[in-house]
């Protein structure tokens, strides 16, 4: 009886102080509150994303921990830790993170509970103490992950688990965070799943531990990366290990089912990454691989580290060999123009589709599709119409409601690769060669816009190429193609 008894009146004591200490976090939330505008979305200004990315600070590295109980149709329990600096010069004393669906239980900022509340696809943030300009911001929410994702994006339902699509504006449709491009940081993650099924993350596997039914997979890049890039694939899957150029370690992940059917298209890789790197420079980051995701997406995606493929592009007879080839190093070349050279905002899109088309064509060509020639000439003959339709290659329409990949469009993907074209005739190959090497070597791990690659087609070509770019870019009518007077646009 006395063990209860003490037990009782300690217990008592520690209730007493938690209601305190709620009671004045309560009240210093008030305080903090009282004197800032109503609660809203905010952002960084992007024109096609307004309310993406937040101001007041940057991020320096997530650390994500997701619980998979097995069943793809329920959302996992997370937890999101976000390590950032402030940049706000007058400091925080409210903050928003991009997070659009999930279900918030708690958060803290410097290890302090935190006030918070939803405002449109924002989590708004109080914390109990402002936070100073140039100071630590530390944040750790425990959250749900809503696997429901449909034309939004997120998390992908596959025949026997889950992957991530998060682009270009869903990610925060996962994990909060500051959902914008130009907000790279380091990644962690942390997955728990029964012991039965496969992990895989962007990055290097850095520890498996098994915890009962249950193994705990840790992944790690090690560059930065955009939120729009980051990959989790959790399945039945069986993962293929290659060794690429230079030793480089590569690991492709594949339905278990279909491991013998892809092996020949995974032994592709590593003569695609030599193809890739004699023209544009070494590969930048510290593996690659394919993840073949049995579910239907209607589209491929660049996810750093970690390229994601339909399954059905590989076994489909509907498609040329060299069609698929070419797919292939589309989204390899991403990992050099989008993922390590990331676009500064939405409008520079065209840096990361332009190029990445731009190697599909080539690559394609060589493996018997079209010449680079006839693609251009194809492309420029329908430009004037996408042009109208979709918008210019470096200022798209932006996408319509309901369906935020909209934006990836003909006047990104060819209608950009003709700009790249005509910029070869003008300045000749040599010297494009030497700028897309450049471009790369100069912005590695981080963002690049527009006026930052006409500046280097400056430097590179010596010559002032700011005028033919611009009409190229954003002119509502397709110039003349250098060297072709026989070109016509419609």
């Not at 109080?126 to 944040?139: E, K, R």
């Not at 090497?437 to 791990?445: F, P």
Request: with cysteine; net charge neutral.
């Amino acid at each position: 009886m006395k063990k209860k008894v003490i037990s009782y009146f300690r217990t008592a004591r520690r209730s007493h102080r938690a209601v305190t200490c709620a009671a004045v976090t309560a009240t210093a939330f008030a305080l903090l509150g009282a004197g800032l505008p109503a609660p809203g979305p905010l952002g960084v200004g992007d024109r096609l994303f307004p309310a993406l990315g937040n101001p007041g600070y940057d991020v320096r590295a997530y650390d994500i921990s997701f619980d998979y109980g097995g069943d793809n149709t329920v959302p996992l329990q997370a937890s999101t830790a976000i390590d950032a600096r402030v940049t706000e010069p007058g400091g925080l004393a409210r903050f928003n993170l991009d997070f659009a669906v999930g279900t918030v239980h708690s958060v803290r900022v410097n290890g302090l509970p935190a006030g918070h509340r939803g405002a449109g696809e924002d989590l708004v943030v109080t914390p109990a103490l402002p936070v100073p300009w140039g100071a630590s911001l530390h944040v750790e929410v425990r959250h749900t992950s809503p696997t429901e994702s449909g034309a939004t994006g997120g998390w992908v339902r596959t025949k026997d688990g889950l992957a991530m699509a998060n682009q270009a504006d869903a990610a925060h449709r996962v994990f909060p965070g500051s959902d914008h491009p130009s907000d790279k940081a380091d990644f962690t993650f942390r997955i728990t799943a029964p012991r039965k099924l496969s992990v895989t993350a962007g990055g290097l596997l850095t520890g498996r531990e098994r915890r009962g039914d249950d193994t705990v997979w840790t992944y790690r890049l090690a560059h930065p990366m955009a939120t729009e890039l980051a990959q989790v694939s959790i399945g039945r899957s069986a993962v293929a290990r290659h060794s690429g150029p230079h030793g480089l370690p590569l690991r492709d992940v594949v339905p278990r089912a279909d491991r013998a059917i892809l092996e020949p298209w995974l032994a592709k890789t590593p003569g695609q990454l030599s193809w890739m790197e004699r023209r544009v420079g070494g590969y930048p980051f510290e593996t690659y691989g394919l993840l073949v995701a049995d579910a239907t997406t209607g589209f491929e995606l660049e996810t750093q580290t970690l390229s994601m493929f339909e399954r059905e592009l590989f076994v489909s007879t509907s498609f040329a060999t060299w069609y698929k080839e070419s797919v292939m190093v589309h989204e390899l070349a991403h990992q050099w123009f989008g993922d390590s050279v990331t676009p500064h905002r939405w409008d520079d899109l065209w840096l990361s589709e332009g190029h990445a088309t731009w190697y599909e064509w080539l690559y394609g060509a060589e493996r018997g599709g079209p010449s680079p020639l006839s693609r251009a000439r194809d492309a420029y003959e329908k430009s004037d119409t996408w042009r109208k339709q979709y918008g210019t290659p470096a200022r798209l329409h932006p996408a319509n409601p309901g369906n935020k990949t909209d934006i990836f469009r003909k006047s990104v993907y060819d209608g950009s690769a003709v700009v790249l074209y005509a910029l070869r005739e003008k300045i000749g190959t040599d010297a494009f060669a030497r700028l897309q090497r450049e471009w790369v070597a100069r912005h590695r791990d981080g963002n690049a816009s527009t006026a930052d690659y006409i500046s280097l087609v400056n430097e590179v070509s010596g010559q002032d190429l700011t005028r033919f770019l611009k009409d190229w870019l954003y002119g509502e009518k397709t110039p003349p193609m250098p060297g072709e007077t026989g070109w016509r646009s419609r």
